[in-house]
């Protein structure tokens, strides 16, 4: 088991909830913040303690620009086996695969752990473990396949209450769990509902999770593949020892096109991520020279939904 230099690592595991950190990546004040809103009072440190946590591993990548100079330049991709077709004509078909990668050239290939660039620099230490457990170290290749871009319906528990007459509040403990989308129904999209007149329409406002698919960007420029989605899934495949993985793989030819599929972070900021000498990559993870491991809250996502309704007359 890797620890990180100042022996904190091993206070934080046993502290029930981990959130696992890459240092020395700006900006600094997230996650100093992130440690004080939701770091176990006591389990982390002082604050003076963790900027010089932070500003090693900052120097450190500087010596990283130097010794892995452009190493994300030459990360490994490579169609999938043939035993896999049938897997990736099933995952084609699905409507959340459709809805998801439509605007852009997609496609499913084995692709390099360790040296995917990434804009996400932490994960729960416990979904990661538990993703583990669930797939094993002798798992076949169709199971990889599964873990990696699962069909299944996910099954994290979701509370709903209604707040008042027109707010509701949706909770759960999956840091996936998300608002979806407005959009409007015809009364022959809704069944059970016995409505005391005649519908003209429906209004839904939906809150789910994501399809949850393990995918990264490819720069048609530069070569080098940011991930986009599924960094718990790709640091627990890493930790296993799994090297390549499949991945569903978005091209661009021009960054304005990050607008449509990428994280506010890469889309605002593309040439840090696909030029820069040494970007933080998913390797990173498992280098205890960077890592930390933060004892943390038990929190769950909250989303609120409220709608308002206005009646009036205007002249036709």
């Given at each position: 088991m890797d620890r990180f230099q100042n022996g904190h690592e091993t206070a934080a595991q046993a502290?029930?909830?981990?959130?696992?950190?890459?240092?020395?990546?700006?900006?600094?004040?997230?996650?100093?913040?992130f440690v004080d809103d939701l770091g176990r009072e006591g389990a982390n440190g002082i604050r003076s303690d963790r900027v010089n946590e932070w500003r090693n591993a900052n120097d450190y990548y500087e010596l990283l620009m130097r010794t892995e100079r452009n190493i994300a330049d030459a990360i490994?991709?490579?169609?999938?086996?043939?035993?896999?077709?049938?897997?990736?004509?099933?995952?084609?078909a699905d409507p959340?695969?459709?809805?998801?990668?439509?605007?852009?050239?997609?496609?499913?290939?084995?692709?390099?752990?360790?040296?995917?660039?990434?804009?996400q620099n932490h994960v729960n230490r416990n979904f990661v473990e538990m993703l583990k457990s669930r797939l094993g170290q002798a798992a076949d290749i169709a199971s990889l396949f599964r873990f990696c871009l699962p069909l299944e319906?996910?099954?994290?528990?979701?509370?709903?209450?209604?707040?008042?007459?027109?707010?509701?509040?949706?909770r759960s403990s999956s840091t996936d769990f998300r608002f979806h989308e407005a959009l409007m129904l015809k009364p022959?999209?809704?069944?059970?509902?016995?409505s005391f007149g005649q519908i003209a329409g429906v209004i839904g406002l939906v809150v789910g999770f994501s399809s949850n698919f393990l995918n990264a960007i490819h720069d048609d420029d530069s070569g080098r593949l940011v991930l986009n989605n599924g960094y718990h899934r790709a640091c627990a495949?890493?930790?296993l020892g799994i090297t390549h993985a499949p991945?569903?793989?978005?091209?661009v030819t021009r960054r304005d096109e990050l607008d449509l599929i990428a994280k506010p972070i890469v889309a605002n900021d593309p040439g840090y991520f696909f030029n820069s000498p040494r970007p933080p990559l998913l390797k990173d993870f498992k280098d205890?020279?960077?890592?930390?491991?933060c004892a943390t809250k038990k929190v769950a996502r909250t989303i609120e939904v409220s709608y308002e309704i206005r009646d009036y007359l205007v002249e036709e």
């Open positions: 502290a029930g909830q981990q959130e696992l950190w890459i240092l020395g990546q700006p900006p600094l004040k997230k996650y100093l913040d490994e991709t490579f169609s999938l086996p043939s035993e896999l077709d049938d897997c990736a004509a099933e995952l084609a959340r695969f459709r809805h998801t990668f439509e605007s852009l050239p997609t496609a499913i290939k084995m692709v390099e752990l360790d040296r995917l660039v990434v804009c319906e996910y099954q994290a528990p979701v509370q709903i209450r209604e707040a008042d007459s027109r707010r509701y509040i949706f022959g999209q809704i069944s059970g509902h016995e495949l890493s930790e991945c569903i793989v978005q091209t205890p020279k960077i890592r930390k491991l």
